[in-house]
T-cell receptor
Framework: GAVVSQHPSRVICKSGTSVKIECRSL??????MFWYRQFPKQSLMLMAT?????????EQGVEKDKFLINHASLTLSTLTVTSAHPEDSSFYIC???????????FGQGTRLTVV | GQNIDQPTEMTATEGAIVQINCTYQ??????LFWYQQHAGEAPTFLSY??LDGLEEKGRFSSFLSRSKGYSYLLLKELQMKDSASYLC??????????WGAGTKLIIKP
């Protein structure tokens, strides 16, 4: 199956700093990438959908100035958590597809801890 | 509104069979997915159903009834490694995935 690589897998940062998470589709062109976050014992929550070359579409309640998403190429999308705070600590997962897939290919996830 | 319902937790015995149910109400339907998620890891794809009926894939099978808004994931010959959360997700008319909260499956020896 298709491979989506997400990096880093774990990151610890200080409060107030910014963290960038990368999501790469290794063997296919991802026209659409999804970013999710998951709190412990809760479902995946979609944060935003990004299409290559255009601005991301954010879900209600997600601050676009805080969670910057860039999808500059068909194989790379990045999520930058700006001015991170402890409440941003979570598991962030990306998934990639060609838009009308019958399955979503997930990255490995990034566990962010803000101290 | 859109919602996906599945049991929060289930317990089963190694070697046995377990059925995890999922009911859904969504704006349109473009398929139902089952994912397995081990603690601290990203979900991995298990199955996809878009037509009514049973899809079998090794020890795992998934069933769909669109008229009832119902699906189940059947796991046979349970192994300890099957202890995980199982997520049901429906793709709506906008091709967006609507996620259930997941069912935590505990396997006992």
């Amino acid at each position: 199956g298709a491979v989506v690589s997400q990096h880093p897998s774990r990151v610890i940062c200080k409060s107030g700093t910014s963290v960038k998470i990368e999501c790469r589709s290794l063997d296919f062109q991802a026209t659409t990438m999804f970013w999710y976050r998951q709190f412990p014992k809760q479902s995946l929550m979609l944060m935003a959908t990004s299409n290559e070359g255009s601005k991301a579409t954010y879900e209600q309640g997600v601050e676009k100035d805080k969670f910057l998403i860039n999808h500059a190429s068909l194989t790379l999308s990045t999520l930058t958590v700006t001015s991170a705070h402890p409440e941003d600590s979570s598991f962030y997962i990306c998934s990639a597809g060609t838009g009308l897939d019958t399955e979503a290919f997930f990255g490995q996830g990034t566990r962010l801890t803000v101290v | 509104g859109q919602n996906i319902d599945q049991p929060t937790e289930m317990t089963a015995t190694e070697g046995a069979i377990v059925q995890i149910n999922c009911t859904y109400q969504t704006s349109g339907f473009n398929g139902l997915f089952w994912y397995q998620q081990h603690a601290g890891e990203a979900p991995t794809f298990l199955s996809y159903n878009v037509l009514d009926g049973l899809e079998e894939k090794g020890r795992f099978s998934s069933f769909l009834s669109r008229s009832k808004g119902y699906s189940y994931l059947l796991l046979k010959e349970l192994q300890m490694k099957d202890s995980a959360s199982y997520l049901c997700a429906v793709m709506d008319s906008n091709y967006q995935l609507i996620w259930g909260a997941g069912t935590k499956l505990i396997i006992k020896p």
